[in-house]
């Protein structure tokens, strides 16, 4: 019996990979017939596979300290991340710690390519094998309802849509069923092995999903205590939950390794709960529309990446729910009655969203789970087809006419919907035909529900219909994607600048490649990944760079103080012509070329650090306006988390000089409005696309800024692109652009300060216009036309290029191009303080002279130390926070694990001699 219920199991999952594989051609086929590959390009080819490459060589890298230089010490620091950070933590919500990403290990980089897209049809297939799992464990579902339930789960809109341009959303469908299994196998047979590695697996996946997924399993376990017949007493209900609490927080030891790293640095995270981001009361009218529509049929884009799109069962599925349920049944009925009530009303409130994204912004990408409860429903619908009576038909057709009228006058307009009405309708004509045998209903069911995924598939892909294809890279060779990845300004840089790989240098410049700098390991200003440094943020809002947000940045806006302090010395331009050179910024003369390209260095930008001779705190940095503050840090450096055990003499710069600011805040008049009133600090709008003029007379051999300080956009959308331009008698035209977002965006950063660069000019600049995209409200605490002359500048560039480090080298892994220590030497002609243009990180250690210190915070950005007068050597080196305590943890977990699996076995032992003894 065994055996065959073996062999059973075996034939579900065997059926299931062969539909699955058919309907994974028929539903992505069409990419391959518009000769598209299977990756975005969008985010899964900016930073998805990027990462996943660049993983690969990670873990390669691990391999080649340990067996070739035989050391164990991790070189985990990617210099190619922005400005610089941890790899193991930036990278976790990418690629680090999921355990279908480590043969990226085994391949070369430029086979990635195939392996991301295997991963693309994997991680569904995976979650459908989970759902079968789940579903298995009930002995009261047929294979043919379990395999209706798992295909529309492997197929809901997760996959068909965010999970294509995000692969890594897919994850949490593999971990959520898992999880449940656990739940019940530790409830009704005290195994808690299932649980605990659950909650392990979902752990090192996904840190950003792993809030999501305790929060779901901890309200799903206590609906499920609380509602079934396993307890006795309420008492012991409580100590269950107790119980999962303690085998959920042994899950997370066993995963530390991977967690403590990447929960260490969210806590820096500038988008980690900012706390500014307003959450709406409810959602639109809009939102509520398209949900009606999502949860039948494929649904483009869904507002606040609410994404369902399951087929036409799931309609009768929810309906059947509300229906009167055998008594048999009832305690099933109320558990997934309240669960859908609860997940319904959190698809509907806001602030659930809110919540569920860590306090951060508000967002439904944890509406996998709506998918899962869905297909649980789907697979009741189609094992209790066949037991159905008349009257429960009838009212279950008569809430999907009902819903079907709703939809047609209030939902959102959709030729999708057809479809699956038909196929609802075809699905009805099964149910009242009394006499079917049951492998013609419920398998005229299952083939409906197929046609209704194939549909989706067209509906999202064919070139006719959604044509999703279209946003995705060509098909290529490896060979083709290597060239693709690797042929960006980075490779006219390494052909033409004098700089090696163990040499430190950085770069800037115009339509720069997003994470091209990552393949390369070399620094530069451009950053576009979810885990950003608070402190680059932080200096990047002192100054008012204007710039897209705090995780996704392209540079310091071509203003030449913050690149000097930043240590950039090349400037690229992708189209090296009259245009574009008109951007580049002031100190910067032209390098090489490289076909297209045009390299600009700045002479004067320090080789990795710079001294000073004067600091300032914090706060009086503070006190400046960002104009002043960029100014400042031409004379003193801004000290933070000031250590004064170092003995070193270095005075404090009296911010309240005068002579050191130069900028002149120049008046100008309002002109040539076009759809556009100003009042009391207002824009007022009132036509898409209105634009003013303000008319001045400007300073030339001068950068000349727009500043807004304090803008709020009273808007319809949660976003406005302002266009800055201006031009000169000579007709150098530039223009930026203001990337506004609002407390209601998901990218809001917290930025309302906006000093717009209009670039340097020989000539002085008389005008700017402002384009507003929108109508609205524009309002401003103030708007100021300032003039930065260049003199000052040009006088302290060459003292940063005076006193560097000389001589230093990266210490790189040449597999990964990593590193955990950077050295080099500096001669200071006396006391002063020392600021190394590495990013700000705890995991930092400095060695002066050998000499043991903890960095300090410098120019808001940087690591700093004060040094003494004469030549000294220097070492950088690197751990990743939590990196070592998380192994430490890891064997607490392991330890507590082998414990528990004893007492259970002995538990087990114990209870068949006490049988033995009572027979």
Not at 445 to 472: D, K, Q
Not at 688 to 693: I, K, L, V
Request: glycine content about 6%.
């Amino acid at each position: 019996m065994k055996a065959s219920t073996a062999s059973s199991k075996k034939r579900v999952f065997l059926f299931f990979t062969i539909i699955y594989v058919l309907m994974a051609i028929l539903v992505w086929g069409w990419f391959f017939k518009s000769g598209k590959s299977l990756i975005n390009s969008s985010d899964a080819f900016k930073q998805h596979i990027n990462a996943l490459a660049k993983y690969g060589r990670f873990l390669r890298g691990v391999f080649y300290r340990l067996f070739t230089e035989h050391k164990l010490s991790v070189q985990s620091y990617d210099l190619g991340i922005g400005y610089g950070a941890d790899f193991l933590a930036s990278m976790q919500y990418y690629a680090v710690g999921d355990p279908l990403n480590l043969p990226a290990g085994l391949l070369p980089s430029k086979y990635v390519y195939y392996y991301f897209q295997f991963l693309i049809f994997l991680r569904p297939y995976l979650a459908g094998m989970a759902f079968l799992l789940l579903t298995g464990y009930k002995k009261n579902l047929s294979a043919m309802a379990r395999l209706t339930g798992a295909v529309s789960y492997s197929f809901c809109g997760i996959v068909l849509f965010i999970g294509m341009w995000n692969p890594q959303f897919v994850q949490p469908m593999i971990c959520l069923p898992l999880l449940i299994l656990g739940v019940w196998k530790y409830i009704h047979e005290k195994k808690f092995l299932t649980f605990t590695l659950a909650v392990t697996f979902s752990a090192v996946s996904n840190f950003y999903f792993f809030y999501m997924l305790v929060l779901l399993i901890i309200i799903y376990t206590v609906i499920y205590i609380f509602t079934s017949k396993a307890f006795a007493g309420i008492g012991e209900a409580f100590k269950c939950i107790g119980c999962f609490f303690g085998l959920g927080f042994i899950g997370a030891l066993i995963s530390m390794p991977i967690l403590l790293p990447v929960v260490l640095a969210f806590l820096s995270n500038p988008r980690a709960g900012l706390g500014s981001h307003a959450v709406p009361v409810l959602y639109s009218l809009d939102y509520y529309k398209e949900l009606l529509v999502s949860l039948i049929t494929y649904k483009y884009f869904p507002r606040y990446d609410t994404v369902i799109s399951l087929t036409f069962i799931a309609l009768p599925a929810l309906a059947m729910l509300f229906l009167k349920a055998d008594e048999k049944n009832r305690n099933d009925t109320v558990r997934y009655r309240i669960i859908t009530i609860v997940m319904t009303a959190m698809l509907l409130i806001p602030v659930a969203g809110y919540v569920m994204t860590g306090f951060s912004y508000t967002i439904n990408r944890w509406s996998f789970a709506y998918c899962l409860l869905l297909s649980w429903l789907i697979t009741v619908l189609a094992e209790d087809s066949m037991s159905m009576n008349i009257k429960k038909i009838l009212a279950m057709g008569a809430i999907c006419l009902v819903y079907a009228i709703v939809l047609f006058l209030f939902g959102e307009k959709s030729t999708n919907i057809n479809p699956q009405l038909i196929l609802l309708g075809i699905m009805f004509v099964f149910l009242f035909a009394a006499k079917l045998p049951e492998i013609v209903r419920r398998g005229g069911i299952f083939i409906l529900v197929l046609m209704g995924i194939a549909y989706n598939g067209y509906a999202a892909n064919a070139p006719e219909a959604g044509n999703l294809p279209s946003g995705y890279v060509d098909k290529m060779t490896p060979e083709e994607y290597d060239e693709l990845v690797m042929n960006t300004e980075l490779r006219a840089m390494s052909e033409t600048v004098p700089e090696g790989y163990d040499n430190y240098y950085s770069y800037t410049g115009r339509n720069l490649t997003w994470n091209a700098s990552l393949p390369y390991g070399i620094p530069s200003t451009q950053f576009y990944w979810s885990l950003a440094n608070g402190a680059v943020s932080d200096f990047m809002e002192s100054l008012a760079i204007n710039e897209m947000s705090n995780f996704s940045f392209f540079g310091l806006d071509d203003r030449a103080i913050p690149l000097q302090l930043a240590g950039v010395k090349y400037y690229t331009l992708r189209y090296n012509n009259e245009e574009e050179q008109r951007y580049i910024p002031y100190g910067y003369a032209p390098f090489s070329e490289w076909y297209n390209f045009g390299i600009f260095s700045n002479n004067n930008s320090p080789a990795l650090g710079y001294t000073y001779r004067q600091t300032m705190p914090r706060d009086d940095f503070d006190e400046l306006s960002p104009v002043g503050r960029q100014q400042a840090m031409l004379y003193g450096a801004v000290r933070e988390n000031e250590n004064n055990k170092i003995p070193c003499e270095v005075s404090e710069l009296d911010t309240t000089k005068s002579e050191y600011y130069t900028d002149i805040s120049v008046p100008y008049e309002v002109t040539d409005k076009h759809g556009v009133k100003v009042k009391d600090n207002v824009f007022v709008v009132k036509k898409d696309n209105g634009e003013c003029t303000l008319s001045f007379e400007g300073i030339p051999s001068s950068e000349t800024y727009l500043y807004f300080e304090g803008l709020n956009c009273d808007i319809k959308e949660d976003a406005a692109n302002i266009t800055v331009s201006t031009d000169t008698p000579e007709n150098r035209a530039v223009t930026k652009t203001i990337f506004y977002k609002t407390p209601y965006s998901q990218f809001y950063s917290g930025w309302h300060n906006y000093l717009v660069n209009l670039c340097y000019s020989d000539e002085a600049r008389t005008r700017i216009t402002i384009t507003f995209p929108q109508k609205g409200r524009y309002s401003f605490k103030s708007l100021q036309v300032i003039c930065q002359p260049m003199q000052s500048y040009q006088e302290k560039a060459p003292s940063f290029a005076a006193e560097t480090l000389a001589d230093n080298e990266l210490h790189r892994n040449p597999k990964s191009l990593m590193t955990n220590e950077i050295t080099g030497t500096i001669t200071a002609a006396e006391d002063s303080y020392l600021v190394l243009n590495i990013p700000y990180d705890k995991g930092w250690t400095v060695y002066v002279d050998n000499e043991k210190r903890t960095p300090e915070k410098a120019n808001v950005m940087f690591l700093g130390t004060p040094i003494s007068e004469g030549t000294h050597s220097i070492e950088l080196r690197y751990h990743t926070p939590g990196l070592v305590p998380g192994w430490i943890l890891f064997i607490i977990g392991i330890i507590a694990l082998i414990l528990l699996n004893n007492i259970e076995r002995k538990g087990r032992t114990d209870g068949k001699k006490f049988e033995q003894q009572i027979r």
